[in-house]
């Protein structure tokens, strides 16, 4: 079947690095996003890995390894507003997606 | 540029009832997916249209339907409401290969 798996919560600080990791037991697909989503919001996109290796998009970087059937997502600097969930999810031809079971992210001052 | 909207954004519906949510996809996307997204759970796909055609579909039983017209608008209907239908439906447009999904503030449904 198709899981991915990240953990439940994740607190840090202002400032600081924080880095949310997926695994998955999946196979076939085209790419790996990352999606942000804020309590009562709708999910925004972050950012995609279609190859192995680091993509950079300001404050956030996402990894993925096909090989170790791992990504992660790395946020830095983080500020209070970065409090929210955050998704992975892997992307299928016909640009469907299925998600991670999410992580929520809280950061203190 | 408008973003993807949806209505109504709360409903609450009695279990058997008949439900039709509807999406209206951001200017020149012409594929339209529909998900699930339980409290404290990750969106569920359910299934997309792409010109109108059903393009691929979740593991959603057959109650689960939808519509996208010519202007790429679309409408997820759910028959013979249950209880564990109560979520929040989101629907998301792409553009032509793309692989950016933009979402709608989704329709809380809550069967009683």
């Known amino acids: 079947g198709q899981s991915l798996e990240q953990p439940s919560e994740v607190t840090a600080v202002e400032g600081a690095i924080v880095q949310i990791n997926c695994t998955y037991q999946?196979?076939?697909?085209?790419?790996l996003s990352w999606y942000q989503q804020h309590d009562g919001g709708a999910p925004t996109f972050l950012s995609y890995?279609?190859?192995?290796g680091l993509e950079e998009t300001g404050r956030f970087s996402s990894f993925l390894s096909r090989s170790d059937s791992y990504g992660y997502l790395l946020l830095q600097e983080l500020q209070m507003k970065d409090s929210a969930s955050y998704f992975c999810?892997?992307?299928?031809?016909?640009?469907?997606?299925?998600f991670g079971t999410g992580t929520r992210l809280q950061v203190f001052p | 540029e408008t973003g993807v909207t949806q209505s109504p954004t709360h409903l609450i519906k009695t279990r058997g009832q008949q439900v039709t949510l509807r999406c209206s996809s951001q200017?020149?996307?012409?594929?339209v997916s529909w998900y699930q997204q339980a409290l404290g759970q990750g969106p569920q796909f359910i299934f997309q249209?792409?010109?109108?055609?059903?393009?691929g579909r979740g593991n959603f039983p057959p109650r689960f339907s939808g519509l996208q017209f010519p202007n790429y608008s679309s409408e997820l209907n759910v028959n013979a409401l249950e209880l564990d239908d109560s979520a929040l439906y989101l629907c998301?447009?792409?553009?032509?290969?793309?692989?950016?999904?933009?979402f709608g503030p989704g329709t809380r449904l809550t069967v009683t």
């Open positions: 998301a447009s792409t553009e032509a290969s793309g692989y950016e999904q933009y």
């Open positions: 999946t196979s076939g697909f085209y790419g």
């Open positions: 890995n279609a190859l192995d």
């Open positions: 999810a892997v992307r299928y031809n016909t640009d469907k997606l299925i």
């Open positions: 200017s020149g996307h012409n594929t």
């Open positions: 249209y792409y010109r109108e055609e059903e393009n």
